[in-house]
Structures are given as structure tokens and as C-alpha cells.
């Protein structure tokens, strides 16, 4: 009697399941998205099957072209691709491409997925889409079907991995056209190529629209099979035990606990917290739940929050012990000595002065932020200043660092920010061949906001440099547009300004920085293309000073010379507006007291020609001294050509 190989018993067991596989209908109700068309995708964060956190196509802080491979753990197409993966998984890190396997099964469990990568040796991340969310975007038709996605959110391709199967059960002796390659090595260092299509073959794709009463979800919603994986990818970074974040969802008992809150903070879309509106640019550290995952923690809630099979539980998390993302930096600046941060009042606002000791200039690749303490650090900004005004100001300070909340501000524009951070911010690593250029000499200047939480603690922050290896090809710059002529009259709930800047060469934006104080409402900044094409750069329609950000393009948004980047910014005045710092409404006019008000967008950018940078600083510099009024018509045509973005 012949002993069957375990390759072998592999191959039978699957193909004894595969005439059942293929009497199902293909799964997708919802049109499945083409060759050129936009998903979102890049950036997402998910959960491997043996419990490593990823976000899809981003690694480091860098963006990268991301390939989705569905698989299976019985079909037998899909299951004799594991070796070519596993051989393009290695080509494509190499080139800087993301490749993963998405295991989308109503049915299959965490553990059989785990099993299922170790039966097979799989070299690759595989996802297991617990709740449907990467097929009810992509609409994958078979198992084995391929999707290359750029680093603009596009699929470039759909399709087959190579052309092995001329049919089910039908393999060709030889195989001439290798298309997933072609496509890993066409995106290969930012290349675009023209997308398209083929026919895949393999099992026909699980339904996930054939569960629930409504037909949209599972019948029953646990935390084992769809809640952990979603709250442990956007949640416990930041809600675990010593985070910033006021309670833990560590596990079933914390998150059961707390379930009803989450539900609901999850539903307004105050957390996970992102400010930035969909479709006003596409951003690298965007943290949004899809509708989906909202209506999965709602069902959740409301229907007692179940923990679900004991079988189904995901694997632990596997996090880094290091407080360091991107390992060890070159340089660690430290506040010179800790802060008591009392545990009653309200926030604090204060300045740290470190010396950069820079003997020679610099030039960064990626910065880095560690809190001292999580907890009470609610985000922080750094600056570089080479005037001494921070060192003069801290030393009349008799406590560490110095306030200025109510008294003025050190800052003018010839201090410059060079970053921040914010919880669950990613690490600020510029792209391959960008730096930032640091002269030598100068304080690092720390702005840290505060938020008291009960008990009394010390802070002692540090921020982590990380400079070029090698020659950098182009540095990236900095300017500040926006308008001084600010007037806000008490009881005015919609009070608009607009500033903007005409574009006098080419250039490409890396990031943005909108900056209001307490009483503003909303910002939107649009860029208009010379050939009259508006491209949407930001929108926050519900300001709010506490949680300001530095806002990094996924791509650098390009602007050609001709190009004009306006802003609308609006301010309430009233009463009624939560954030206004003063009882009683007074008037308001622009001034560096955080009771008074700005209206400005910071802008990174690299020149397409560096000797044309002055040309650029220049017409920064004009936007100050245009008139800033704007009529209610005007508003309202903005107001109703939004919609077009979104």
C-alpha cells in the first residue's frame, strides 16, 4: 500500500471539498471596484492571523504599494499559489511593495487561520477579515484573486497571479505570463502603471452578505470573532494599561465594560480621534472606522455584548517592548529635568527649551516623540529656535519651562516647527531621498499640552532624531499663509474668513498644519489647479484646539506654478461655543495670547526647483497682506460645491 505525502493528502483533502466550493454563487453583492478606481485601503489598520499588528501599505511610516492575494484554507487553487507567494512576498519587499494574504471566510476560524499558516509554511502576513470589511471593498470573485493597489489608493490591478490555471482543475504544462510579477516590479520605486485586469481562476468566494436578518452582518456580533480584532488594530494602542487613553479595552472584561461607551464615541466618530474630513485629501495617518465596523460595535452593545465561541479567540497581540517604533534613534533630546503635572486644574500649556548641541548642520530622515508619562501628555509640538527667545523666556520661569497661556507668546516666525505628535500618531519619517535640514546650533523647543487626569505625576518627554545615512536628494521646507485681520464680535456663531496664496512655481506639498484657537469652528483649504481643477488639501468641520495635528499627505500633492491655495476658516463667538475661553463673549481679534485668535495653515513642501525656493517664501509672505473679508454668498458656494469632494 502506497503512503500518501503530506503534500499529497493535502491536495485530496482539498479537492474533496472543492465541488461543494463550487456550487456556491460568487459572493459580492455590492459592485467590486475596477482597474483605475479608488478604494480605502492604504493605511488601514488590521491584525494578522498570529497576532502582529499592520497597517496595509505602511511600514515605518513609509507608504507603500500594497498586493492583497485571497486565499483559502481548502480551496486547492488557492492553496498551490502558497510557494509563489512566498517566493514574490520576498521579491516584493524588496522592491518596496506590501504583499498579504486575506483569509475571508464567514466561517473559519482564528485558530484554523493560524493552523493554516503553519501547515503550510506561509512566509507573508495573512489578515483574517473577521468581519468582511477587504471583500465587501474589494469583491473578490474567486479565492486566489489578486489586488495591486498604489500608493494612491487606486487598484492598478485585479486578477490572476499567473496563468498556471487555464481552468478549474485544468493546469497548463507551462506558464507564460507572470502577472502579479510584471505588476510588483511595474509599482517597484513609485512607479505607476496603467492598470488592468484578468480573469482569475479559483473557488468561488465566500458570501458575506448571507448572514444577519438584514442581510448586511453577522446574525451574531462576539467579541471573540469580531470585536477583538477590531478594537486590538484601532483601539488599545492607545486604550491599554499605561496609555494615554483614560480606560483599558485589554481584553473581553475591559471592553465589555466599557462597551456602551465605545459604541457610542465609535457612532459620533469622536474616536478613534481624527479630525480630518474623508475626501479632503488622503492622509498617512488617518484613523477612521468604516461604517461597518460601526455597526458592528452597535450590534455588539446592543445585543449584550457577547464574548462568542471560546474557540474563535484571536491569538495574542504581538507588540514591540521598545518605546522606540523605528528602532534606536541617532540622537534622544530630553526635557532637562521632569515636570509635576498636579492632578486638578485645567490643562497646561507649556514650553521645555533643550539645546540641540548641534556642532555641525544636520540633516533628519525621521523624528520621533516618547511621553514621559502617557497618561497626561495629550500631544506636543517641536520647534527648532536659533534666536533665544525660548532660552530667555524659560529663564525667567522659576518652574521647568514656561507658559505663556494669557501672557503673550515667545513664538514668531522665525521660530519653525519641525514636528508633532498626537496619540496614535506614526512616527514623521519622510520619504526615500527627502530630508530636513537643521543648522547647527539652536534650541529644540517642546510644546506640550497637558491634560490633568486626577493624580498628580511628572513628565519627562524626549523626542528621537533619526539623520540621513547618505546624500539626500531634495529638503524639504516650510511656510506659514494666513491673515491678521481678525475682528470677532461677541454673539457672531459664523464669522468667515479666507486667505490664500498664488503658487509662483512648481511644487509639491508633503503636509499641512491648520491652526485656530478656542473659538474656532471649522477649515477648509482647497487648492485650484491652473487649468482650473480644484484639488481638496483639508477639511475640519468640527475644530477643536485640543486635538491639533500635523496632517502628512499619503502622497506629496503636487502644484504646479499657476496653481493658488485658498482657506476659509470660521469662528463662533457665542456662548453656546463649549471652547470659548471667556464667560461672558467679548470681542476677539488676532494676537499670540491663546485668548486671542489665529487664523493660519503651515504648509511643508518641497521646491520642484530648489533655486526658486525664495519665490515660493515670497509669495507666502503676501497672503498676510490680502484682504481677508468674505461675503455670504461666497460661503454659500463654497458650502455647496463640498459635497463634490466627499
Known sequence: MTTLTNATAKGLRALLVLACLLLAAPSIAAAAPGPGDAVDLIGVRVTDVKGH???????????????????????????????????????????????????????ITWRQSADFVDEFGIAFPVILDSTGDLALSLGPRVMSEAFAISTADRVVYRGRIDDRFAAVGRLRTRISSHDLRSVIEALADGGQPEPYATEAVGCFHHDWNRTGASGTGPAEVTYNRHIAPLLEANCVECHRQGGIAPFSLEGYDNAKRWHRMVSFMAGERLMPPWRAMPGFGAFRDARRLSDRQIALLASWSETGARLGDPGDAMPASVRSGSKWRLGEPDLVLRMPEPFEVPADGDDIYRYFVIPAGFAEDKVVTALEFSPGDAKVVHHANYLMDYGGRARAADAKDAEPGFSVFGTGAFLDYNAYGIGGWAPGVQPYVLDKGLGMWLPRGGDLVLEVHYHLNGKATTDRSEVGFHFAREPVERYVDGVVIGTQDLRIPPGEENYWRRFSMDVPSGMALTDVTPHMHFLGREFIAIATLPDGSEHPLIRIADWDFRWQNTFAYREPVHLPAGSRIDAWVRYDNTADNPQNPALEPETVTWGWETTDEMSELWIGFVPDEPAERQKIVSASERSWYRPAQVSDAEIAQLLARLSAFE
Open 53 to 107: 499588528h499592520h497597517r496595509i501599505g505602511v511600514a515605518t511610516g513609509t507608504v507603500q504599494p500594497a498586493v492583497l492575494v485571497f486565499l483559502d484554507t481548502a480551496c486547492p487553487v488557492a492553496t498551490r499559489y502558497v510557494p509563489t507567494l512566498n517566493a514574490l512576498h520576498a521579491e516584493a519587499r524588496a522592491k518596496g511593495v506590501a504583499l498579504y494574504g486575506v483569509l475571508s471566510n464567514p466561517d
